[in-house]
């Protein structure tokens, strides 16, 4: 299958700090790739959906100033948390889809970025 | 709102019994289904799909159901082994491509 690739799959920072988390698609060109963050012991919840050359759709709810995605080619989309504070630390996952359009097509998932801010 | 629920948050089962995870969805407009293999500190891994023109799909040891009457998917897995240990997740695709997670179903296998 495709494979997403995540980096850095750990990373502690100070409160205020900024942290960018890298997605990339190592074998296929995704023209949208998803932003997800996950809870201790829930689901995972959207984010904000990254489409190549053009502006991220955030999900209700998301501060598109806190987090901000960039996918300038179609192998790689960046979140990067800003100013970030304790309440940020968690899981995020980034997904890539190989459909060019249409609703059916399976997801890829990167392993997955521990952020703790301290 | 949309919602993709599940039944039982975790379910023990015995190395070699036959595994049933229950997920209930709201939005009737899904017509794409996805369940996904979550293990500690890892992404989500695709198990098996299945679209709504269908009832049933098998893989290798796993079966997804399908009952749109009532709004319900079911994950079967087969002889279920200690490596079958993890979070469960269905994910209901309800507009294009965005995935909309259940809240998951551990599954310890004991020996």
């Known amino acids: 299958g495709a494979v997403v690739s995540q980096h850095p799959s750990r990373v502690i920072c100070k409160s205020g700090t900024s942290v960018k988390i890298e997605c990339r698609s190592l074998?296929?060109?995704?023209?949208?790739m998803f932003w997800y963050r996950q809870f201790p012991k829930q689901s995972l919840m959207l984010m904000a959906t990254?489409?190549?050359?053009?502006?991220?759709?955030?999900e209700q709810g998301v501060e598109k100033d806190k987090f901000l995605i960039n996918h300038a080619s179609l192998t790689l989309s960046t979140l990067t948390v800003t100013s970030a504070h304790p309440e940020d630390s968690s899981f995020y996952i980034c997904?890539?889809?190989?459909?060019?359009?249409?609703?059916?097509?399976?997801?890829?998932f990167g392993q997955g970025t521990r952020l703790t801010v301290v | 709102g949309e919602s993709v629920g599940l039944h039982l948050p975790t379910l023990s089962v015995q190395e070699g019994d036959n595994s049933i995870i229950n997920c209930a969805y709201s939005?009737?407009?899904?017509?794409?289904f996805i369940w996904y293999k979550q293990e500690s500190g890892k992404g989500p891994q695709f198990i098996i799909d299945i679209r709504s023109n269908m009832d049933k799909r098998q893989g290798q040891r796993v079966t997804v159901l399908l009952n749109k009457t009532v709004k319900h998917l079911s994950l079967q897995i087969a002889a279920t082994q200690p490596g079958d240990s993890a979070v469960y997740f269905c994910a209901e695709i309800p507009s294009f491509q965005k995935l909309v997670f259940g809240t998951g179903t551990r599954l310890l296998v004991s020996p």
């Open positions: 990254s489409n190549e050359g053009s502006k991220a759709t955030y």
């Open positions: 939005n009737s407009a899904s017509d794409y």
């Open positions: 074998d296929f060109q995704a023209t949208t």
């Open positions: 997904s890539a889809s190989l459909g060019q359009g249409g609703m059916n097509t399976e997801a890829f």
